[in-house]
């Protein structure tokens, strides 16, 4: 696996590190969904760079996987006010 290939991967673990985090009624949303969706979209970008296939193909899932969930969140966020 290439550097890319771990910085996808590292990207997803991140992602979850900081949900584990920022969780609880206090947790800032707004931070929350641009703190996921950037990380999500780096770690695509990553996977692209990635010249294998099997860390690209997963580390576009995976953070494509936190990407929607940062899509729900702000979802979630507009719908609750």
Same mark, same amino acid.
């Given at each position: 696996?290439?550097?890319?290939?771990?910085?996808?991967?590292?990207?997803?673990?991140?992602?979850?590190?900081?949900?584990?985090?920022?969780? @609880?009624?206090?947790?800032?949303?707004?931070?929350? %969904?641009?703190? &996921?969706?950037? /990380?999500?979209?780096? !770690? +695509?970008?990553?996977?692209?760079?990635?010249?294998?296939?099997?860390?690209?193909?997963? @580390?576009?899932?995976?953070?494509?996987?936190?990407? %929607?969930?940062? &899509?729900?969140? /702000?979802?979630?966020? !507009? +719908?609750?006010?």
């Amino acid at each position: 696996m290439n550097k890319a290939g771990i910085l996808s991967l590292l990207m997803v673990i991140l992602s979850v590190a900081f949900f584990f985090v920022m969780r @609880g009624p206090e947790a800032d949303l707004t931070l929350a %969904v641009y703190t &996921f969706g950037g /990380l999500s979209i780096l !770690g +695509i970008i990553f996977a692209l760079f990635s010249k294998k296939w099997i860390p690209a193909i997963t @580390g576009t899932l995976l953070n494509g996987a936190v990407l %929607v969930f940062a &899509f729900f969140l /702000l979802l979630a966020k !507009g +719908i609750g006010g």
